[in-house]
Structure formats: structure tokens, C-alpha cells
């Protein structure tokens, strides 16, 4: 049973542009989570995505998009990198009628831009 | 809205040594609580939740949490480390209801080193 997976695992942009960043499900689950991890920082939470649509979102920009397909997995997209998005970002999938609250994390991708 | 502080950025203790990760939340509603263990250049892993029910909850790697409502504390321990425990440990609260439709937040992390 494959976990949770994140691609790529390292991307280096440089300011201004755009990056793309996926995230597949664990098998079963059909909420996907994503979170901002900053060096030395504990993760922030950026948004959730069930049922293709953004049902929470936490304080980041509207650079910050997502996008959930019908597979359950998820892209993450930053428009106009800045410095200050160098950061590990995490996917956590859940079921989400499941109330055992749990979250599965994938390994992260990370982003650095120069 | 909640947060989440973790008391000790670093903790070094000596193999075979107890060891106790601080944490402390602040939440005007009921809150469920977890600790999470992230190894170098890995993801999170969930080590233990509390819910609801018995406040002393053990999870995996000989771990357990005490939730202590009144002083809003859910601190780690485990009475023996190795030094495979070696690893940022993350203090998390939630709020929310109905199964997994919820946000965690996360404290700043403590770094546990286990020397020889």
C-alpha cells in the first residue's frame, strides 16, 4: 500500500516565477492538505482540497492556488515566487467521514528560489 | 483562533536517559491533540493523538502524552531513549468535528538529540 508521494522532491526557481508542485493520495484517502514547512519552522497550513474544491484555506496569498482532481490527487501552484517561499512543502491525505483524525504525510518537496 | 507553543527549541539527553517534551495550547473551544516526529529530510509521522476519553494516551515507539485540560498542557515522555530517537518533534492541535474536516496547527518544534 503506497503512502502518500510528493513530486518533485527538490526544485530550485528563481524569483518571479511559477512552480507546480503534486501530491498523490494515500490509497483510500480523498482529502488532500497542504502545508508550508520554513526552515526551523513548524508547518503552516496553506489549504485543503475534497471533492475538487478548497474548503479551508489558511493566511497565504492569493499567489497560492491548488487544484484537486478526480484521482483525489493534488497540485499546488505559487505564482511570482518570492525569497521568502524556500520552504519544505508537505501533502497530508485523510479520509475525510473517517474520524479518526488522522493525517498521512508525504515526504515533502523542496523549494528553494533564488 | 488556536496556537500551539512548544517550551524547549532543543532538548540533549543521554541514551537510556527519560526524556519530557513541553507543550503547551490555547483554544477557546475543545481541541484534539497530537505529536508528530519528523526524521532529517522526511515527512511527518504521526507518533500519538488524543481525542477524547483517557488522558494519558501511548502511541508508538514507546511513547505516550499526558492532556491536561486545566493547565492546557500535553506534554511527551518516554522513560527510556535511544538513540534513534534522535529527531524534531512536532506538538499539533486541531479543532474541528465530524471526521478528518479539520486544519492542524502546529508548534515551532524541539530537536531531541540522544548522545551515547
Known amino acids: 500500500d503506497a503512502g502518500v508521494t510528493q513530486s518533485p522532491t527538490h526544485l530550485i526557481k528563481t524569483r518571479g516565477q511559477q512552480v507546480t508542485l503534486r501530491c498523490s493520495p494515500k490509497?483510500?484517502?480523498?482529502?488532500v492538505s497542504w502545508y508550508q514547512q520554513a526552515l526551523g519552522q513548524g508547518p503552516q497550513f496553506i489549504f485543503q482540497?475534497?471533492?475538487?474544491?478548497?474548503?479551508q484555506r489558511g493566511n497565504f496569498p492569493d499567489r497560492f492556488s491548488g487544484h484537486q482532481f478526480p484521482n483525489y490527487s493534488s497540485e499546488l501552484n505559487v505564482n511570482a515566487l518570492l525569497l521568502g517561499d524556500s520552504a519544505l512543502y508537505l501533502c497530508?491525505?485523510?479520509?475525510?467521514?473517517?474520524?479518526?483524525?488522522?493525517?498521512?504525510f508525504g515526504p515533502g518537496t523542496r523549494l528553494t528560489v533564488t | 483562533a488556536q496556537s500551539v507553543t512548544q517550551l524547549d527549541s532543543q532538548v540533549p539527553v543521554f541514551e537510556e536517559a527519560p526524556v519530557e517534551l513541553r507543550c503547551n495550547y490555547s483554544?477557546?473551544?475543545?481541541?484534539?491533540l497530537f505529536w508528530y516526529v519528523q526524521y532529517p529530510n522526511q515527512g511527518l509521522q504521526l507518533l500519538l493523538k488524543?481525542?477524547?476519553?483517557?488522558?494519558l494516551v501511548k502511541g508508538i515507539n514507546g511513547f505516550e502524552a499526558e492532556f491536561n485540560k486545566s493547565q492546557t498542557s500535553f506534554h511527551l515522555r518516554k522513560p527510556s531513549v535511544h538513540i534513534s530517537d534522535t529527531a524534531e518533534y512536532f506538538c499539533?492541535?486541531?479543532?474541528?468535528?465530524?471526521?478528518?474536516?479539520?486544519?492542524?496547527?502546529f508548534g515551532k518544534g524541539t530537536l531531541l538529540t540522544v548522545n551515547p
Open positions: 497530508a491525505s485523510s479520509r475525510r467521514l473517517r474520524s479518526s483524525y488522522e493525517q498521512y
Open positions: 483554544s477557546s473551544v475543545s481541541v484534539y
Open positions: 488524543y481525542l477524547s476519553g483517557s488522558t
Open positions: 482540497y475534497y471533492e475538487e474544491e478548497e474548503r
Open positions: 490509497s483510500g484517502h480523498d482529502t
Open positions: 499539533a492541535v486541531s479543532v474541528g468535528s465530524g471526521g478528518s474536516n479539520y486544519k492542524l496547527t
